[in-house]
């Protein structure tokens, strides 16, 4: 009995190990890139507009000196009480985990052992889990990740300027690819009330993407919605990527400024115009030949 438990235990460390791969190594191998500039919506509702449409604004929030350091170093992470909540994936939020290889978790216990990205999302963690904002999942290494709340954002929400939301800033500064010594910035930007997530990058990251994960999924990996993983130039230098909430707090509602209709809604109303164009000539047609 001994041996064949044995047997047994040897046989599963290779699958053990495989889950997660050596540091500065990617288990990732097929590039995804979704739709430029526009996307979505995922099963939730969720959809994006990147800094290249005029839609999301790339300004950097800089908390460097004034922000509560919460991480450093590499393959780490800690809980963080927000200064307020957000609803994602239909869950209200008042906790994340922070960690320092480029993503944010719901689930609160993850310490940061998560350094191979997946994709495309949703696609279950290597290592951990709860619903997860990616702004860079990467094998990181950072001197420090700092996290603010602003009771009126620095950065307007693009979809609702005047009203004058507050956010929580999440600042990864002076991080560095495992196998690069090149420092750069990104952050992610919360709103309250619209629940946008803003991802921004500064002019400073050598890979461009090529070796990371940059969306969202929810809670157990069932919906997810991919900007960009493993493809080269996909995050170009300052750039930003805005997540838009489908159900934003019902005070928002009025009077706020019209939302973009994704791209294949576009083609749906186009569609539609195009048959009642035809229907209206064709009743036209048939009162003149009576």
């Known amino acids: 009995m001994k041996n064949i438990f044995s047997i047994l235990l040897l046989a599963a ?14 288990s990732t191998t097929s590039g995804y ?4 500039g526009t996307g979505g919506p995922d099963a939730f509702g969720y959809t994006y507009n990147d800094s290249s449409t005029g839609l999301c604004s790339n300004q950097f ?4 000196a004034t922000g509560s350091s919460i991480i450093t170093g590499d ?3 800690a809980p963080v009480t927000l200064a307020g909540s957000f609803d994602f994936y239909g869950n209200t939020v008042t906790e994340l985990a922070v960690t320092t290889n480029g993503y944010l978790s719901t689930d609160t216990t993850d310490g940061g052992p998560d350094l191979s990205n997946d994709c495309p999302l949703p696609a279950s963690p290597s290592t951990g889990g709860g619903a997860r904002i990616y702004p860079l999942h990467d094998d990181l290494q950072v001197a420090n990740v700092f996290y603010e709340f602003f009771p009126v954002c620095p950065r307007p929400s693009d979809n609702y300027p005047s009203n004058n939301l507050g956010c929580h800033v999440f ?13 750069f910035d990104i952050e992610v930007i919360i709103y309250e009330l619209s629940y946008e997530i803003v991802m921004v990058h500064d002019d400073r990251n050598p890979e461009l ?3 990371s994960t940059t969306g969202l999924q929810n809670d157990g990996a069932t919906i997810g919605l991919t900007y960009a993983c493993d493809t080269a130039a996909s995050i170009p230098a300052s750039s930003a990527q805005c997540f838009v909430h489908p159900n934003p707090d019902s005070s928002l509602t009025a009077g706020a400024p019209a939302l973009p209709v994704p791209m294949n809604n576009k083609l749906m109303l186009v569609t ?8 209206a000539f064709a009743v036209i047609r048939r009162r003149e030949n009576v």
């Open 13 to 26: 460390v290779p699958f053990v190990m495989a889950q997660e791969p050596p540091k500065g190594e990617d």
């Open 33 to 36: 890139r979704g739709a430029g």
């Open 61 to 64: 929030i800089d908390i460097s």
């Open 75 to 77: 393959d780490a992470g």
């Open 171 to 183: 600042h990864w500064d002076e991080a560095n690819h495992y196998s690069d010594t090149t420092l």
């Open 209 to 211: 993407g090529s070796g």
């Open 272 to 279: 539609l115009s195009l048959l009642l164009a035809m229907m």
